[in-house]
């Protein structure tokens, strides 16, 4: 069974480990600072092979600063486990030659073609049949055509494409990729969404960190950090679950506009706009009710829903902060 939780964690592993598989990273007690910012706090996670986990995170989360760990750019400052089998701690040279790392910003040279750039990559890499790996390569992503192009004046799309062509021409095991469709069109991300689960059905292990809701969705698990903290774990369901959050949808003239009056009566946690619609959230059923009560009425009608991703998220953010106004 996938470990999930609605609340902050200190240790142990995102996504407990299925018998008699061997998981592609397990790590636990991680933790990562600069100077006086402590970014990563006793993280963990165990993800087997084959399967997509979502990251997910407001900014400065320290997404990224587990994921540099986890392919061996950076060193934890105290931790244990292992990535591909080898040592988080002491083996990074052995887990970069197994990992292909998509970083947020385009990073590959703009003054050189697509083919000159995936060539390039595969020198790095020292791949032999070079030809045969950057054709294939340029066949896969769809990118033949465009394959004397300058990377430089290619479309955020494009580039995204070419990004992970390059990431995955020596066939790692483990993909990482950092918030890889930031600011591309919807289409773009589904067709990049579906190159992840082919690559997935083949054995390859993705860790992607997405801010979209709708991404967080196509993964197989999820876990999502704050504060360099783990505050949710298991699949979308699983955490949605996890949350207690009980939601109802209100919806006719004005209920947009009533999100002011709701927020802060007991039992009330969240009160948030959804177009015209409005979606008021709580974990104590009986409390939530009596608040929307005097609005159950002709010509507002309202219904119990299930809670979004988003709602959840919302919810476990402002849980930290109350957390941390109380500490102080």
Request: net charge negative; glycine share 10%.
């Amino acid at each position: 069974m996938t470990e999930h939780s609605g609340t902050p964690r200190s240790e142990g592993s995102a996504f407990s480990t299925r018998r008699g598989e061997d998981p592609v990273i397990d790590v636990r007690g991680l933790n990562k600072s600069f100077g006086a910012l402590h970014a990563v706090k006793d993280f963990g996670i165990t993800v087997n092979r084959g399967r997509i986990c979502g990251f997910l995170g407001p900014n400065g989360a320290g997404k990224t600063t587990t994921l540099r760990m986890l392919c061996g750019l950076l060193t934890p400052d105290s931790g244990e486990g292992t990535v591909l089998g080898h040592d988080v701690m002491t083996q990074s040279r052995l887990i970069k030659q197994r990992v292909g790392y998509m970083t947020q910003k385009f990073s590959l040279y703009e003054d050189l073609s697509i083919e000159q750039n995936l060539t390039f990559m595969a020198r790095v890499h020292e791949l032999d049949r070079r030809r045969e790996r950057v054709q294939a390569a340029l066949d896969g992503l769809g990118l033949t055509a465009r394959r004397a192009q300058l990377a430089g004046h290619l479309s955020g799309g494009w580039k995204q494409r070419l990004a992970l062509a390059a990431a995955t021409l020596h066939e790692p095991d483990l993909l990482l990729l950092d918030e890889p469709t930031a600011g591309v069109d919807p289409e773009a991300r589904r067709t990049f969404w579906d190159e992840i689960h082919a690559l997935a059905a083949n054995g390859m292990t993705v860790l992607v960190s997405t801010h979209y809701m709708d991404e967080a969705e196509r993964c197989h698990e999820i876990a999502y950090i704050a504060g360099g903290r783990t505050l949710a774990r298991g699949t979308a369901d699983e955490v949605i679950e996890a949350s207690g959050l009980i939601t109802f949808h209100g919806e006719g003239p004005g209920a947009d506009r009533l999100g002011a009056e709701l927020r802060g009566r007991p039992g009330v946690e969240m009160a948030a706009p959804f177009g015209t619609t409005l979606h008021v959230s709580g974990r104590d059923r009986a409390a939530l009710e009596a608040a929307i009560q005097p609005w159950r009425k002709p010509p507002l009608q309202w219904s119990e829903t299930q809670p979004t991703l988003e709602d959840v998220f919302i919810q476990l953010i402002h849980d930290l902060e109350a957390g941390r106004d109380e500490a102080a």
